[in-house]
């Protein structure tokens, strides 16, 4: 029987691309880092490389990728609330675990949202992000829903405001804790809630018990 599980070298190998990757771009532009760069800095040959990527925007592609997938596999949760139809779930966003997450791989985010001369992984992050707030509500929606605010302004402005506070929560050397992060952005949720702000809700409300456990 065929396992579906990756060679341990062929992970080692990416995740030493990834890392060489994330090393370079804090100092160079994307456009400047050369295969040549990457591989010397991953201590891989060239040879190495190309068995595993066509060039280095595939190699870049798949990493970004790599990087988000691991990053919304942690974060996106099954909502519990009881609004929804019995039996029926529905992917939301903890706040808990964003925050944890990111606390934990730092140096990772900081590098790639806050290196003015790279932005592919903010714009890709943001459009992830996007996507799921738009999934989100095509999933929690009346077909009559009249909403005051227009769907994509909402989302603009909850991605803009969400990535903005995680940037600068990074800049300033988190100087507050994750626990700190989640429950000052729902307090900031709540205000945008009682002014029908429809998406709001794709943030889940961590329990208070759970957040006094961080």
Do not use: C
Not at 125 to 133: A, F
Request: charged share 25%.
């Amino acid at each position: 029987m065929a396992s579906n599980k990756t060679d341990p070298r062929v992970v080692k190998t990416r995740t030493n691309l990834r890392k060489a990757l994330v090393y370079l771009m804090r100092r160079e532009k994307i456009e400047d880092i050369s295969v040549q760069k990457i591989t010397e800095t991953a201590n891989i040959t060239r040879g190495t490389f190309y068995l595993h990527y066509k060039d280095k925007q595939d190699f870049i592609e798949s990493a970004i990728s790599h990087i988000l997938d691991e990053f919304f596999d942690q974060v996106m949760v099954d909502s519990e609330d009881l609004s929804f139809e019995k039996g029926h779930t529905v992917q939301v966003f903890s706040l808990q675990k964003a925050f944890q997450y990111i606390e934990g791989e730092a140096d990772l985010f900081d590098v790639l949202l806050n290196n003015k001369q790279n932005n592919f992984f903010y714009g890709q992050l943001y459009d992830r992000l996007s996507e799921r707030l738009a999934n989100y509500y095509r999933q929690i929606a009346s077909p009559t829903e009249q909403l005051e605010v227009p769907l994509n302004l909402q989302i603009s402005f909850i991605d803009s405001a969400f990535l903005g506070l995680v940037s600068h929560w990074l800049q300033d050397g988190m100087i507050y804790t994750p626990r700190y992060m989640t429950t000052s952005v729902q307090k900031m949720l709540n205000f945008l809630d009682s002014n029908n702000v429809t998406l709001v809700h794709f943030f889940e409300k961590e329990p208070v018990t759970a957040l006094e456990d961080v």
